[in-house]
């Protein structure tokens, strides 16, 4: 394996408790020249491509064979001497996580309903590191209810999500996302109860 860095990521094989394999996915048919140590890379690579397609690949490719342990995927990287481990974990084809443009226009098709944009801000407080451009977006959730019958303002203003850094916009990307799909799956669940 190659030497962790700071700011240096990789896509491995979670085959035991705190046990990892790194693989050589450059090998595997669904590489395109990602740049497998960086977030953006990572997630290049594997949300065009489903969880099971990819271990059938490494599979076949005898990256790992039928008797290696496979727990997940996960991503590791190296914080204060230590290897961790991404905790929203990598990002594939069947995972409905909303882009940039798709968050802003949830926020804005929403900006009425409190108890959401709250859920939101919610998510964005789950990250605890000072950052300048996430304050202003959590400024702007907020104070939404100035927004309201100025859409295009909020538009324009909510364009500050684009710049904050990969990391803090996958982490509230994914939280996000992972609440609106279980909110849908409840609401489907509670259909076919009162249906049966």
């Known amino acids: ?25 450059t090998s595997t048919k669904y590489y395109n020249n990602e740049n497998l140590y960086t977030l953006p890379g990572i997630d290049s690579f594997t949300s065009k491509i489903t969880r099971y ?13 039928g008797d290696d342990i496979f727990l997940s995927f996960e991503i590791l990287f190296y914080e204060k001497g230590k290897n961790r481990i ?27 309903n409190k108890e959401l944009i709250n859920n939101i801000l919610m998510q964005t407080n789950s990250i605890k590191e000072e950052d300048s451009t996430l ?4 400024n702007i959730l907020k104070n939404i209810s100035y927004y309201e019958n ?6 324009a203003d909510l364009q500050i999500f684009k710049y904050i850094s990969y990391e803090y916009k996958r ?20 259909y076919i109860n009162e249906t049966n």
């Open 150 to 155: 100025k859409e295009s303002l909020l538009r």
């Open 135 to 138: 304050e202003e977006f959590r």
């Open 53 to 65: 397609d990819l271990l059938k690949e490494i599979m076949d490719q005898n990256l790992i064979d």
């Open 1 to 25: 394996m190659a030497y962790i860095t700071e700011n240096c990521y990789f896509l491995v094989v979670k085959n035991g408790k705190n046990s990892y394999l790194p693989l050589d996915w």
């Open 86 to 112: 991404i905790k929203e974990g990598p990002i594939f084809e069947e995972d409905e996580v909303l882009n940039e443009e798709l968050l802003i226009e949830y926020i804005i098709n929403n900006m009425s």
């Open 171 to 190: 982490i509230i990307s994914i939280k996000v996302s992972n609440k609106i799909l279980k909110k849908e799956q409840n609401k489907e669940l509670k």
